[in-house]
């Protein structure tokens, strides 16, 4: 059983990591990709009508934001680890660090200052209630939330006051009254009264037991989350550790491609070019549709003039890194064309 160390040192582990890398930010950016799409779909049925401006208050634009990023930041990466393009993976590590940063410095804010963050949260709600008829997005999220947590409004029931059509000065069926997703249900497929909120906004809380549910939705997700401490730091968890593996990931891949830069036998083309080789004298085999895939040896090509007097052991050194073949003959080498063959730590492979 070899150790890590042995392990690490494999062209087995360069060849995990790297396409480890590059299937999980390809996975990620066709979810983006998906997400963006629907954003845009959203976003052209919204314009409609569109009555709301916030961003909070616009889920499709929220779905844009999101599937942009995503799909941006995952591109990034996958070219970054299909290339082993140094700069890439850096700018990918980086971003994906900034952005897992921002999110836990969101949820320590927000459990620092609750009482501020549910003020903005009910202000928003608010917002939204008044054009909850005009905003197909915000009525099926604001409906789902207050059927599946048995809420009613932001802060409380009355909060659907300030409603053109619920506010007790109206004259339509539902003034005075809330949607039929704050009533309380009493039996399974039971027929649901959309009228069931009816005349309850002018009632105090005591004589709506049993009749509409009282408590706001802020309170009662707040409440939810208490009681499903496992469920919510599940939650947490399913949003952090995907960005977190591929922080490790493009970390470990990243200080490998360093490694490999800082190393005498990197095989790069542009070097090999400096020296007078051209493009095409090289001997690409095993390198893959991408030109990218490492192959013990290196690419130069065999001397014709003397193939036997060609030694192709390459020279010892980490076993993952790309290894060029040990220098060729006096006579058929080529002489640089200006210094050292050194410095270069991207592959590149223009004629």
Same mark, same amino acid.
């Given at each position: 059983?070899?150790?890590?160390?042995?392990?690490?040192?494999?062209?087995?582990?360069?060849?995990?990591?790297?396409?480890?890398?590059?299937?999980?930010?390809?996975?990620?950016?066709?979810?983006?990709?998906?997400?963006?799409?629907?954003?845009?779909?959203?976003?052209?049925? &919204?314009?409609?009508? &569109?009555?709301?401006?916030?961003?909070?208050?616009?889920?499709?634009?929220?779905?844009?934001?999101?599937?942009?990023?995503?799909?941006?930041?995952?591109?990034?990466?996958?070219?970054?680890?299909? %290339?082993?393009?140094?700069?890439?993976?850096?700018?990918?590590?980086?971003?994906?660090?900034?952005?897992?940063?921002?999110?836990?410095?969101?949820?320590?804010? !927000?459990?620092?200052?609750?009482?501020?963050?549910?003020?903005?949260?009910?202000?928003?709600?608010?917002?939204?209630?008044?054009?909850?008829?005009?905003?197909?997005?915000?009525?099926?999220?604001?409906?789902?939330?207050?059927?599946?947590?048995?809420?009613?409004?932001?802060?409380?029931?009355?909060?659907?006051?300030?409603? +053109?059509?619920?506010?007790?000065?109206?004259?339509?069926?539902?003034?005075?009254?809330?949607?039929?997703?704050?009533?309380?249900?009493?039996?399974?497929?039971?027929?649901?009264?959309?009228?069931?909120?009816?005349?309850?906004?002018?009632?105090?809380?005591?004589?709506?037991?049993?009749?509409?549910?009282?408590?706001?939705?802020?309170? !009662?997700?707040?409440?939810?989350?208490?009681?499903?401490?496992?469920?919510?730091?599940?939650?947490?968890?399913?949003?952090?550790?995907?960005?977190?593996?591929?922080?490790?990931?493009?970390?470990?891949?990243?200080?490998?491609?360093?490694?490999?830069?800082?190393?005498?036998?990197?095989?790069?083309? &542009?070097?090999?070019? %400096?020296?007078?080789?051209?493009?095409?004298?090289?001997?690409?085999?095993?390198?893959?549709?991408?030109?990218?895939?490492?192959?013990?040896?290196?690419?130069?090509?065999?001397?014709?003039?003397?193939?036997?007097?060609?030694?192709?052991?390459?020279?010892?050194?980490?076993?993952?890194?790309? +290894?060029?073949?040990?220098?060729?003959? +006096?006579?058929?080498?080529?002489?640089?064309?200006?210094?050292?063959?050194?410095?270069?730590?991207?592959?590149?492979? %223009?004629?």
């Amino acid at each position: 059983m070899p150790s890590y160390s042995e392990w690490r040192n494999s062209n087995h582990f360069y060849y995990c990591i790297k396409f480890t890398l590059n299937v999980y930010s390809m996975l990620f950016s066709l979810l983006g990709l998906c997400v963006l799409c629907v954003g845009i779909y959203a976003e052209v049925e &919204r314009q409609k009508n &569109r009555t709301l401006e916030g961003l909070f208050l616009a889920p499709a634009v929220v779905l844009i934001l999101l599937g942009l990023v995503m799909f941006t930041v995952s591109v990034v990466g996958m070219v970054g680890s299909l %290339r082993d393009n140094k700069t890439l993976l850096h700018m990918f590590l980086c971003v994906l660090c900034v952005l897992l940063a921002l999110q836990a410095l969101a949820l320590i804010v !927000a459990l620092i200052f609750e009482k501020k963050t549910s003020a903005l949260f009910q202000s928003s709600i608010r917002e939204g209630i008044k054009h909850y008829y005009d905003d197909l997005d915000f009525k099926n999220i604001l409906d789902f939330v207050q059927k599946k947590f048995s809420c009613c409004g932001g802060d409380e029931y009355k909060d659907w006051g300030v409603n +053109q059509y619920h506010f007790c000065n109206g004259s339509g069926p539902l003034a005075c009254g809330v949607p039929y997703t704050c009533c309380v249900g009493h039996k399974a497929g039971e027929v649901i009264n959309t009228l069931c909120g009816y005349n309850t906004l002018n009632q105090e809380r005591v004589d709506l037991d049993g009749v509409i549910h009282v408590r706001g939705c802020i309170h !009662a997700v707040n409440l939810w989350m208490g009681d499903h401490v496992g469920a919510t730091v599940g939650i947490c968890f399913a949003v952090g550790l995907p960005q977190l593996l591929g922080i490790i990931l493009s970390c470990v891949f990243w200080n490998m491609l360093v490694e490999m830069s800082e190393s005498a036998d990197m095989v790069d083309f &542009r070097m090999l070019k %400096r020296a007078g080789y051209e493009y095409s004298e090289l001997d690409l085999s095993g390198a893959g549709w991408c030109l990218c895939l490492p192959r013990d040896g290196g690419y130069l090509p065999v001397p014709a003039s003397d193939p036997e007097s060609w030694d192709p052991e390459p020279i010892q050194s980490a076993p993952h890194q790309v +290894q060029a073949q040990q220098p060729l003959p +006096q006579s058929a080498s080529k002489p640089p064309e200006s210094g050292p063959l050194a410095g270069v730590d991207e592959v590149d492979n %223009r004629v």
